[in-house]
């Protein structure tokens, strides 16, 4: 994997953002995106059949599945939305926790942009 990872990897911009509660009683809350911090993955295409079992309960436009290094795990989870290859990708989440799956030193994680309605 570790090879694989030297050949294939390429360049993701993680956003964090710091949120802020606008109104307690509402739970408004106001989103203010950090600066982005570029780390290394590999990023792979997801088909539509993928897609179906990956994300369930969401109509992504695109997907892709990205393998990052395992120390990479707490600012995953900050994410607010992900770069890559100036397309910005949200990850999928299920109340409120970003879903990924580790595989020994690795971390494998799905995003998709969102179909326009």
């Known amino acids: 994997m570790e090879n694989l990872f030297k050949e294939k990897s ?6 964090c953002g710091q949120e802020t509660i606008v109104d307690p009683y509402e739970k ?4 203010t995106m950090m600066n982005s911090i570029p780390i290394k993955g590999i990023v792979t295409d997801l088909i539509a059949s993928q ?10 436009n695109k997907a892709k ?5 395992k ?3 707490n600012l ?5 939305k992900i ?5 910005f990708y949200y990850g999928w989440r299920i109340d409120g926790q970003l879903q990924y ?7 494998r994680a799905y995003v998709y942009i969102k179909k326009e309605e």
Do not use: H
């Open 83 to 87: 770069q890559i290859r100036g397309e």
């Open 101 to 107: 799956r580790i595989e020994q030193d690795y971390l």
């Open 71 to 73: 120390k990479y795990e």
């Open 10 to 15: 390429e360049c993701i911009k993680i956003f």
């Open 28 to 31: 408004n809350v106001e989103v």
């Open 76 to 80: 995953l989870k900050a994410s607010q």
């Open 65 to 69: 599945e990205i393998i990052v290094k």
């Open 51 to 60: 897609m179906i079992w990956k994300i369930p309960g969401i109509t992504p």
